[in-house]
């Protein structure tokens, strides 16, 4: 009887243990989640303003879609290391310093965006050809982003993971130390901030470009 009334409760134990281990495990994870979540986003935003802009050049200057698809990835990494470097560069860094961080933190997870974003909008008929003021652009580029987030997210998560990727980044975007001269004037854009706006410009153009078709 005492034997098995210790069996039972070394089994009591074990189990208290797995769950205690489980939600360790589980609670540890989340910070991780919440910022691979933050990291996409910025590096999201910086691809959506880059592919805009490199789409409105293109077109105004008539070139071909290779043509504008080069210029939109290559604003697209601008942008996209511009908006990480600023924390950065607040919190003190050089130019050089900064970028070289930024670089190393942020261009797997831009060339992943990038890629399934421009393979995305090219599947998708007569969106990449449609133009601004066409409800097929901004319908194509809200499911091509949304298409490149989740492609980036686990390519962030893993990096986080191992300390690389936005960890690099992590405590400058989080404010490590005061700004001090011109430096305070380098604006701060939160993930919910950047979102907000990427959402409203979207929105934004689709409704113009539906009053434009009526």
Wanted: charged letters at 10%.
């Amino acid at each position: 009887m005492s034997t098995h009334r210790q069996a039972h409760e070394h089994a009591a134990e074990a189990h208290e243990d797995h769950e205690a281990h489980t939600s360790h495990s589980a609670h540890a994870m989340a910070p991780v989640n919440a910022m691979a979540a933050s990291a996409t986003l910025h590096c999201l935003t910086g691809c959506a303003i880059g592919e805009i802009a490199g789409l409105i050049i293109g077109t105004a200057a008539g070139l071909s879609n290779a043509a504008t698809i080069a210029i939109s990835i290559a604003l697209a990494f601008v942008f996209g290391f511009s908006l990480s470097s600023m924390p950065l560069l607040k919190a003190g860094l050089g130019a050089a310093a900064a970028f070289s961080i930024v670089f190393a933190a942020d261009t797997l997870s831009i060339a992943t965006m990038e890629v399934f974003d421009n393979l995305v909008m090219a599947v998708i008929p007569g969106a990449m050809n449609a133009g601004l003021a066409n409800s097929t652009f901004w319908i194509g580029m809200a499911i091509s982003l949304s298409a490149a987030f989740l492609a980036a997210y686990p390519v962030n998560r893993y990096l986080l993971q191992r300390g690389k990727g936005h960890a690099l980044t992590h405590e400058y975007h989080h404010g490590a130390g005061q700004a001090t001269g011109a430096r305070r004037l380098i604006p701060s854009f939160s993930t919910a901030s950047l979102l907000g706006v990427l959402i409203a410009f979207m929105l934004g153009g689709l409704i113009v470009s539906i009053a434009a078709q009526l």
